[in-house]
């Protein structure tokens, strides 16, 4: 199934942006329609308080997260191409509450876009990882530093032959068939025959998808996000495609070791699934 419907996540902190423009590009280039989100977060007066509260202070706070949402938009369409189509879609939800409402709505598109996290837990590292783990869609996370326009000449699949990575090979397919040349990097000792490589037969079925297809055997050694991470530099990889890895605590997924390597450390678009 081809892109048709894309999900952004905006940035509102007031930073540079670099979700926006890639997904204004992606959306334009692939004929889909664009959809950005903003956040307002809503407080509630905590219960059995008593005496003057500044309700007209708590007000203000959420509508200037949705000013900061509209303003993230007029620029995003400032920059895009006239031919894009795009609506802005305000969630407005208690804190508790934004991570649930945020993941809701990424099941209804094909893709969610979201930009690299700045600092570990913070407001949209907890949003990438609801959408993540809890939409059941592919996430697209974009690289603080990337300013390059959408490129997928070259793609990397980290396959370890999980489920995960299987589910995010399968979302990735529309985007790996523009690919002229695909690296399959999987983990393996120097002992293991070609024909035993977690990726040989996933190798296979790209070429036999008419794809050209290569099984690349990157050492045990160190960190295995930096190890990918340094074959993509070196491959010169346009994006990349993993599945994402974490475990439960307490009914909230938490990011695993590889998972958060590469989403802290990553230099290319990488796009993941669960």
Known sequence: MAIRDILLLLETDGQTQ????????LADQLGAHLTATGIAFEIL????????YPYEVL??????SRLRAEQAYDRLRAAAPESLRSELVQIDALPGQARDD????ARHFDLTIIGQGREPNSDDELMAEAALFDSGRPVLFIPRIHTKAPRFERALVAWDGSRAAARALADAMPLLVKASTIDVVTIAGPR??????????ITRHLSRHGLNAELKRLPISGDIGETILSFAADAGSDFMVMGGYGHSRLREFVLGGTTRTILSSMTLPVLLSH
Do not use: H, I, W
């Open 18 to 25: 670099v979700a926006a423009p890639y997904a204004a590009a």
């Open 45 to 52: 007066v905590p219960s059995g308080f008593a005496g003057d």
């Open 59 to 64: 007000a203000a706070v959420t509508e200037q």
């Open 102 to 105: 945020f993941a809701r709505l």
């Open 192 to 201: 293991t025959s070609y024909k035993e490589l977690p990726g040989f037969n």
